[in-house]
């Protein structure tokens, strides 16, 4: 008879790495749904070829770094899938495909891999890009112009501003709020859909992948902020177009809360969350471009272990009332 | 419903297998092995010699300072004292009786002259010479508990909890003996006089719940609470939270909280200490799980072998993974079954390869469920990660040594991280740095 002997505990929970994977997939699909009905079905090959690369990358540092496969845990398939949602339909597939590689290999393979990289793989990525490729990624196709699937012509670059960039004049978008609401502006493949995030906001909260408290102090300070210091007559409408336009909403529900790069305390996280949404607010106010997401979600990934280190919880019977 | 400690999971109970077989007595064996450290504390002496006769119920090992006696739990004749495994791990000295199966008592095996009118001290007294220690896994000296609770005791708790998935060891307890519990914690009751008297119980044992209610009416001033059933609710600090609402100060101990905490099968064995001058030679044990036959719930003698336990719940299943002294969550695995029984083994639990949960490749991804989880409120990952590391400075700073290792985190953990034994290897390390 051969029993096994090892620590406790000797029973495990159902959770594993790739069903909580598999539910940020399963989060994202709305997203990708709205972008690939309101932008055209190359919103669907970007998607795919971000995702592709990044597998490969994932591949690569596993084959170089002579380690276990990585692929089957799925969270390279959410970078690529996150990273595609950050880019317009219209970015050529050679440089999503730079920025799935990138993405896996560079900031989250040489970073220490799964669970030890410092920034969002997807977002440094795309900050990436941004540096080398702006024009790719700060010109959306007008909408529901016809993006052909192969090389874009340059009758499919004329681009069309989004709500963003009429902000940043400052002026109210000529969209409606209902617009924004459902995606029917132009953006990113994965940003415009707020009612498309908010379903996936959902679901994750729904199998509790995610807590509340990073989106929520994320979204909070934005509101607050633009709420306060307004642009134009209507605070309210100001902070409601704020909230819906650009990449909040994704970055707040799908990118900060990024496991790796976020705190895990529950104080650390809402910290967190005040200091995305008060870097956003900032970039966006004073940036040269009209969105801050990426780079105030980047800046706090690197205070997420400083803020779990400093705003530790309480402890059982650690408070000095406690001790009598 | 509210939560009335921090954190804590779900597993599940598993407890139908063995809740409803009967308390039976299990068949005596032939051969019984005493080791002679049973509890927290300085290991007894032996008193005996090999080819001493000895009686049942003999004090047959006893020692100075932080130490209960030990008992022949049959009669018959010293045949060895020799190291023998342990189940909590290692080996120790055991007396090995063989049992002459006429189960002669020895003549200090009668009940107490008069139990009503005796002081606190001398109920502490019998406690002792009883060798009773805690009867729930920790195996604290149930006198000591006592003596150091004695005047600054505000709340009394019994644990009824079992909050370990299986085990139902106390449950059948509670459903045979309910009245025997009550009068053993009035007896606790009589040494501490506390202000409330609470029996703590998970509300999934409706059965001994409707039992304990029904003997209550005799214990006016004993309130039973049932709490939701949520691991680990009978961990001393979490009962002592759900109960009160108060918080034991880090590193210190329950009467710190103005609490004490006995275990129902301590209680019992009170009883019995007292009123029939029966030293702790036999407890209840739940053997169960998939890889065991037939799951009982059996009246074992202290010192037969998990071997013997086991061939009388109808042997081990052929895809036996696991067998555990205690529950899946804390209980310790064994690799050799000639292990005896202790006082503080409450449960025999066999693991078919079905729940077998653990990883080659465990990865930590930060995802924290570990925080939410642990009822200590620590954070197990960093404190895995340091314990790895070998950082004692971070591991101090993070209050490694308030880890009370109810193994939740890891239960959690969705990467499958071994984080309890991190944490034990960090533990070690800190003692000897300590040095």
Redesign the interface.
């Known amino acids: ?1 051969n ?11 159902k ?3 790739r ?2 994977m598999l539910d940020v997939v399963i989060a994202l699909i709305p997203a990708l749904i709205a972008g690939i009905v309101l932008q055209g079905p190359r919103a669907a090959l970007v998607a795919a070829v971000c995702v592709a690369t990044a597998l490969l990358g994932e591949l690569l540092v596993n084959l170089v770094l002579r380690k ?1 496969s990585t692929l089957p ?1 799925g ?1 390279a398939a959410v970078t690529g899938l996150l990273l595609a949602l950050t880019l317009p339909a219209s970015v050529p597939y050679w440089v999503a495909a730079i920025g799935g590689l990138f993405a896996t290999v560079v900031v989250k393979g040489l970073c220490g891999g ?2 030890q990289n410092t920034f969002n793989p997807a977002l440094g990525a795309r900050a990436f890009l941004m540096l080398l490729f702006p024009a790719c990624l700060t010109r959306f196709p007008a909408l529901g112009a016809a993006l052909s699937l192969g090389g874009l012509s340059p009758a499919d670059v004329v681009t069309g501003a989004t709500p963003l960039h009429h902000m940043q004049m400052p002026a109210l978008p000529d969209a409606s709020l209902a617009e924004m609401f459902l995606g029917r502006i132009g953006g990113c493949i994965g940003e415009t859909s707020a009612l498309a995030l908010l379903i996936g906001c959902g679901w994750l909260l729904f199998r509790r992948v995610i ?1 509340v408290r990073i989106p929520a102090a994320y979204l909070g300070t934005v509101a607050v902020l633009t709420l306060v210091f307004p642009k134009g007559d209507s605070p309210i409408l100001w902070m409601a177009y704020s909230l819906l336009g650009g990449g909040v909403l994704l970055g707040a529900i799908f990118m900060a809360t990024d ?2 790069t ?1 705190p ?3 104080v650390a996280q809402i910290v967190y969350g005040v200091g995305c949404g008060a870097l956003t607010v900032v970039f966006r106010y004073t940036g040269l471009f009209p969105e801050g997401v990426t780079y105030a979600i980047l800046l706090m990934n690197a205070a997420a272990w400083l803020l ?1 280190r400093y705003l ?8 000095k009332e ?3 | 419903m509210k939560s009335l400690f921090f954190g804590g999971v779900h597993p599940e109970g598993r407890k139908e297998l063995s809740a409803d077989a009967p308390l039976t007595a299990m068949a005596l064996p032939a051969r019984l092995a005493v080791p002679l450290r049973q509890h927290i504390g300085a290991p007894c002496k032996p008193l005996v010699a090999v080819g001493d006769a000895v009686r049942m119920g003999q004090k047959i090992g006893d020692g100075e300072g932080l130490c209960v006696p030990v008992h022949a739990p049959v009669s018959g004749v010293v045949e060895a004292i020799e190291d023998r495994p342990h189940p909590s791990g290692g080996a120790c000295p055991a007396i090995v009786i063989k049992n002459d199966f006429l189960d002669t008592p020895d003549p200090a095996v009668r009940p107490a002259a008069n139990p009503d009118q005796l002081t606190p001290d001398e109920l502490i007294t019998i406690l002792h010479d009883a060798g009773l220690a805690g009867m729930g896994g920790a195996a604290f000296p149930t006198d000591v508990k006592a003596r150091t609770g004695m005047g600054r005791t505000e709340t009394l708790i019994l644990n009824a909890c079992e909050c370990e998935p299986y085990i139902t060891a106390d449950d059948a307890l509670l459903r045979a003996r309910p009245g025997d519990v009550l009068r053993g914690l009035a007896l606790l009751a009589r040494i501490l006089d506390p202000k409330r008297i609470v029996v703590g119980m998970e509300d999934n044992k409706p059965e001994a719940a409707g039992q304990v209610k029904e003997a209550l009416k005799d214990y006016p001033n004993v309130e039973l609470k049932l709490l939701p059933t949520r691991y680990p609710q009978g961990a001393e600090k979490q009962l002592i939270q759900a109960v009160t609402g108060r918080q034991v100060p880090s590193g210190g101990l329950p009467k710190d909280a103005g609490c004490a905490v006995f275990n129902a099968a301590t209680a019992y064995a009170a009883c019995r200490a007292v009123y029939e001058g029966m030293p702790l030679i036999e407890r209840v044990v739940t053997v169960t799980g998939e890889g065991v036959n037939q799951p009982r719930n059996l009246a074992v003698r202290v010192g037969t072998s998990f071997q013997e336990v086991v061939a009388a719940a109808g042997g081990l299943a052929d895809d036996v993974w696991k067998v555990l002294s205690g529950g899946p969550m804390m209980g310790v695995a064994q690799g050799d079954l000639s292990v005896p029984v202790t006082k503080a083994v409450n449960a025999v639990v066999c693991l078919s390869s079905a729940q077998n949960g653990e990883s080659d490749d465990p990865v930590c991804i930060r995802c924290g469920k570990c925080l939410e989880v642990c009822p200590i409120r620590l954070e197990p990952l960093y404190l895995y990660r340091f314990a790895n590391a070998g950082d004692l400075d971070a591991l101090k700073r993070l209050h490694l040594t308030d880890c009370i290792e109810c193994g939740c985190c890891a239960y959690a953990c969705p990467g499958k991280v071994p984080l309890v034994e991190g944490f034990r290897k960090g533990k070690l390390a800190l003692k000897e740095g300590a040095k």
């Open positions: 008879m029993l096994t002997v090892s620590a406790s505990p000797h029973i495990r929970g959770d594993t790495t069903r909580l276990r845990d969270s799964l669970g807590s496991y790796a976020s895990v305390g529950p779990d530790a919880p309480t402890r059982y019977g650690g408070r406690a001790a009598q």
